[in-house]
């Protein structure tokens, strides 16, 4: 028994602080949560909405990686029920449909605007016709 | 669990990366081999090489344990950081620091008449009467200096285990001809400290020490898996009323082993009376 035990290592990253929250409005239950500025306004200003959850809107909790790179690595997508798992370098996106949220780590390499147009894209490809990204819908 | 084999991918596994958020895992060992873990629905899905898919010690000996540990938490599966042995139904957790000893002792023990059960994580559940402590598949992990202690760990090598340490990592049963077990009701909780000089002193310690140790030692949970949380603390206070002794000790492990073996029987007299 001694001092090491008395804290728990996180050492899956999970409790990561996310200071910059944007939420939606009275009716919306989105929330986009993220440890890096440019990250939570890209989502926040492409927000996805997840049409077999009652137009639910996606919440995303996105956090950046301090390093990692996903330079030449091979993308790889898992899908099983209603997961689906992006994986490429040391960036992971994970979307759960039934719960309507996707939730991530972005290696430092990739910038917020790739996440946004290439990356988030790409996670919910073969779904596309259920989902779609809106602009008009993030100024209603 | 589903797993996708990747059958043309030829890729070995890599350091493993582990990374987690709300109820979901995932590990990765390399760019091919991809576990998730979804705590909330109790599923394992995976992508592996076709390399990986055969290689039974991976799944084996790292795979499992990990599965335990992550998906253990939804059903009430309490990692504990502990050896676990067993004598004629009565099983004893050695708990400790790294490097206090475990696994050293745990051969030891072994080799001194107890049933190994496990050397460094000890996954505990609940049952009708109480508590039941299994062990994994996992091979014992000695560190270098062992060998000092067990010369049939000569004809073996050393190798880079997964947290990197250098180790010698066997097949207790092949290796010392020693009898192990998959599960046993755990009797008595030990805290192993090694002290200077050859002796030995049991010491009496508080339950609310106990819980405190194998409460610090799980991982923190998110707040949505509640209930997961509320079950391992059930568990946890189950431990944690289990006789607990502190046990210095220096010397070998085999005198250490005797002693504990002397301890065990007197304990179990005690039961029986």
Redesign the interface.
């Given at each position: 028994?001694?001092g090491?035990?008395?804290?728990?290592p996180?050492?899956?990253?999970?409790?990561v602080a996310t200071p910059y929250v944007f939420r939606g409005g009275a009716e919306s239950l989105a929330c986009i949560e993220s440890n890096d500025l440019e990250i939570a306004l890209s989502l926040w200003n492409a927000r996805f909405i997840c049409r077999g959850q009652n137009n639910r809107e996606l919440s995303c909790?996105v956090?950046r990686e301090a390093a990692g790179s996903a330079d030449g690595?091979?993308m790889?997508v898992?899908s099983?029920?209603?997961?689906r798992?992006l994986?490429q370098?040391?960036t992971?996106l994970?979307h759960?449909c039934e719960s309507a949220?996707v939730?991530?780590?972005v290696s430092s390499d990739v910038k917020a605007p790739e996440l946004v147009s290439l990356l988030l894209p790409a996670l919910f490809a073969p779904q596309s016709k259920e989902f779609v990204t809106t602009g008009a819908f993030t100024k209603k | 669990m589903r797993v996708v084999v990747a059958e043309t991918l030829r890729d070995g596994t890599d350091d493993p990366y582990f990374r987690g958020l709300h109820h979901v895992v995932i590990a990765s060992f390399g760019e091919s081999n991809i576990f998730v873990f979804d705590i909330l629905r109790r599923t394992l899905s995976a992508h592996v090489s076709g390399v990986v898919a055969r290689d039974d010690s991976f799944w084996k000996e790292k795979l499992i344990p990990i599965t335990l540990g992550v998906l253990g938490a939804a059903i009430g599966l309490v990692p504990v950081h502990c050896a676990c042995l067993e004598v004629d139904g009565h099983g004893l957790l050695v708990a400790g620091a790294s490097g206090a000893g475990k696994s050293t002792l745990s051969v030891a023990l072994a080799q001194a008449g107890f049933s190994y059960v496990s050397d460094d994580w000890t996954y505990i559940s609940e049952s009708e009467d109480g508590i039941v402590a299994h062990g994994t598949s996992a091979p014992v992990k000695l560190l270098p200096d062992a060998v000092r202690h067990f010369s049939s760990l000569q004809r073996h090598a050393l190798r880079t285990s997964m947290n990197g340490e250098l180790a010698y990592e066997v097949d207790i049963a092949r290796t010392f001809s020693v009898r192990t077990r998959r599960e046993c009701e755990p009797r008595w909780l030990l805290f192993l400290e090694r002290t200077e000089g050859a002796e030995v002193e049991f010491t009496p310690m508080c339950s609310a020490e106990a819980r405190n140790y194998v409460s610090a030692g799980v991982e923190r949970l998110p707040v949505r898996l509640h209930e997961a949380v509320a079950l391992r603390e059930r568990t946890i206070e189950l431990v944690g009323r289990l006789p607990c002794w502190r046990f210095r000790y220096g010397g070998s492990p085999q005198f250490a082993a005797e002693q504990l073996l002397d301890f065990v029987v007197s304990r179990r007299q005690e039961i029986c009376a």
């Open positions: 028994m001694n090491e035990r008395g804290w728990h996180d050492l899956l990253r999970r409790f909790k956090i690595a091979e790889v898992i099983d029920g209603p997961l798992v994986y370098g040391r992971i994970i759960d949220e939730l991530g780590f | -």
